[in-house]
């Protein structure tokens, strides 16, 4: 009769894990998960030009979207059918080269929610030209939209400094609208060439800011 409990408790146990893991990979994305039981998007196998990336996934939250999840460069995820993205609230983090090299994106809508940019999120994504920039963020990380298709870009005041190569390289840039009047250009002292290539770009702020102090010392350097 033992024997028989035992065999079974076996039985049991192994149903359960395999039912776990086949839950990780149970719609188009693959995630993992947290000690609190939050999710990670890892990589994306779906094919929809429009993509809405969802706040939970087979019951768990989802809080990241991490490194390298949807970079188009990598063969174990599908990036390139996105065309229109938007992020679900309640997501507060993407890691580095989350959405690298997404060629036929076009835009992208932010979560409010969103408290946690890495580097190069979208580096050269080169059709995007529209995307918002959440009031819950502070910095705008490295090369953050370096090398996209960008043609204007409205900067919330609630930004406090720029960390290097943000828009670098963005040839399309024209116009950059820079609400917060003492935004830092300069990390640790260096400046962070924030929007260098960008040949012809106007910055617009407000007189006596560190914008227009910044646009001025380039134009002397030219």
Known sequence: ????????LLISLFIIVVYTIKAYGASDFS????ANGNATITAYSGSESNLTIPSTID??????????????????????????????E???KID??????CENLESVKLPESLTSLD????????KLANINIPHNLTILNNGFLEQTG?????????????????FRLCKSLKKAFIYNDNIDYYNNGFDTNVFE???????????????????????NRV
């Open 119 to 126: 580097w190069q999120v979208f580096l050269g994504c080169g």
């Open 31 to 34: 995630y993992t998960l947290d």
């Open 197 to 219: 290539g960008c040949d012809s770009i106007v910055l617009y702020g407000n007189e006596g800011s560190t914008t227009q102090k910044y646009a001025q010392q380039k134009r």
């Open 150 to 166: 960008l043609g204007e870009i409205i900067i919330p005041e609630n930004i406090q400094k720029f960390i290097g190569s943000e």
């Open 1 to 8: 009769m033992k024997k028989i409990i035992y065999r079974t």
């Open 96 to 101: 580095g080269w989350a959405f690298c090299k």
């Open 90 to 92: 309640g997501i507060t």
């Open 59 to 88: 019951g768990h939250n989802v809080v990241t979207i991490g490194s390298h999840a949807f970079d188009e460069s990598r063969k174990s995820t599908n990036g390139h059918t996105i065309k229109n993205l938007v992020i679900s």
